[in-house]
């Protein structure tokens, strides 16, 4: 069967064109829809990156408020070689310990239990040293010999006091 385009009338043309156009028309608006919703995923995809970013710059800025206490109170121990007087350096350092068990990994929260224990030691020992008629006692010497170890340590842990918190307070990874 052929077709006859000579019996052709200008209402089937119009129909046809019609119909065509209308194809032509819808199709356009589909491919303009699927590149809208392809914007729409990929600006979806950049918000959620953004709030990532959000939620990592928070969690850091708790977590050097961690370290910035810790090194306050070791700084207060080394440099007057004694237990810090200033009461809320001991407690900012005592409220930094307990959320150093929800923000970092194990290791770290049980270090920092470890240097408090090791200042309560420190401040014992310089306590024990300096007492009045501590010269006297037999153990003195003992007391001494801590007091100088702890000095030592707490030395090596400000200087390092990085590595003690690791890679999460590392801004790039």
């Given at each position: 069967?052929?077709?006859?385009?000579?019996?052709?009338?200008?209402?089937?043309?119009?129909?046809?064109?019609?119909?065509?156009?209308?194809?032509?028309?819808?199709?356009?608006?589909a491919w303009r829809?699927?590149?809208?919703?392809?914007?729409?995923?990929?600006?979806?995809?950049?918000?959620?990156?953004?709030?990532?970013?959000?939620?990592?710059?928070?969690?850091?800025?708790?977590?050097?408020?961690?370290?910035?206490?810790?090194?306050?109170?070791?700084?207060?121990?080394?440099?007057?070689?004694?237990?810090?007087?200033?009461?809320?350096?001991?407690?900012?350092?005592?409220?930094?310990?307990?959320?150093?068990?929800?923000?970092?990994?194990?290791?770290?929260?049980?270090?920092?239990?470890?240097?408090?224990?090791?200042?309560?030691?420190?401040?014992?020992?310089?306590?024990?040293?300096?007492?009045?008629?501590?010269?006297?006692?037999?153990?003195?010497?003992?007391?001494?010999?801590?007091?100088?170890?702890?000095?030592?340590?707490?030395?090596?842990?400000?200087?390092?006091?990085?590595?003690?918190?690791?890679?999460?307070?590392?801004?790039?990874?």
């Open positions: 069967m052929s077709v006859n385009f000579e019996s052709f009338s200008w209402e089937a043309f119009a129909t046809l064109a019609t119909g065509f156009a209308a194809v032509s028309a819808a199709s356009v608006v829809q699927i590149a809208i919703s392809r914007a729409q995923t990929l600006i979806q995809s950049h918000l959620a990156d953004i709030e990532s970013l959000k939620l990592r710059a928070a969690l850091f800025e708790k977590r050097w408020e961690v370290y910035e206490a810790t090194a306050r109170f070791l700084a207060a121990m080394t440099v007057k070689a004694r237990f810090p007087e200033d009461g809320a350096i001991t407690h900012d350092f005592q409220l930094a310990m307990d959320k150093s068990q929800f923000l970092f990994r194990e290791a770290v929260h049980g270090r920092l239990v470890k240097l408090w224990g090791q200042a309560c030691d420190f401040g014992l020992a310089v306590d024990e040293v300096s007492a009045v008629g501590a010269e006297a006692r037999p153990d003195r010497p003992r007391f001494i010999r801590q007091k100088s170890d702890l000095m030592i340590e707490f030395a090596g842990l400000m200087a390092n006091l990085g590595q003690v918190f690791g890679d999460e307070l590392r801004l790039g990874g």
